[in-house]
């Protein structure tokens, strides 16, 4: 089956396990193949959060995300952290455009400084290297200084910052709108069309 884009998805160990599975999901619908790389401690916080224990084996978690989300063939890959031969890991092969969601402040540290220690890591170097599209989703708060200059210096080099912040004048009823909100504002900057929420002045509420 032909996808209409490819996409990276990178899952880190901070708050926030709704945002990424909706993602998925909508990124599915929307035809995308999405590259999934996943860190331990993300699978901490899907079980957490979420009560989802994924596969360990990166094939079997595959399986397990597609059968969840109706995905094709092929649609959803996974990978291990250490999988070098993986076409995220090579400029001449990743997608041209990676979300990091929800972003830890240890994964956002570790791209600013070029670590790539891991996957997700050096998947983030090549997007900034060839000058693709990396959107991270920091969930953390307070801020420190160092959280701030490290979102600094990477927004100096064309990354993208959106905190998990929804907003709450399209009058949220629960949860699942909050989750929406964020997705559909990463959706927006990602280019994929989206019907998930009403962008501002388009809504006609009596």
Partial sequence: MAFDKQL???????SGAPYALRLLEVLV????????LISSAAR???TTEQ???LPARPADAAAW???RFAAAEDQIRVFGKEEWFSPVASGSAAPRQMVICPC???TLSAIACGASDNLIERAADVVIKEKGQLILVPREMPLSSLHLENMLKLSNLGVTIMPASP???HQPQSIEDLVDF???RLLDHLGVEQRLMQRWGYDHRE
């Fill in 65 to 67: 995300l597609s059968n």
């Fill in 8 to 14: 990276t998805l990178a899952i880190t160990g901070a």
């Fill in 104 to 106: 830890s402040t240890g």
């Fill in 51 to 53: 009560d989802i224990k």
């Fill in 182 to 184: 964020v997705v559909a």
């Fill in 44 to 46: 901490v916080v899907l």
């Fill in 29 to 36: 619908q929307a035809n995308y193949q999405v590259l999934v």
């Fill in 167 to 169: 907003g709450f004048y």
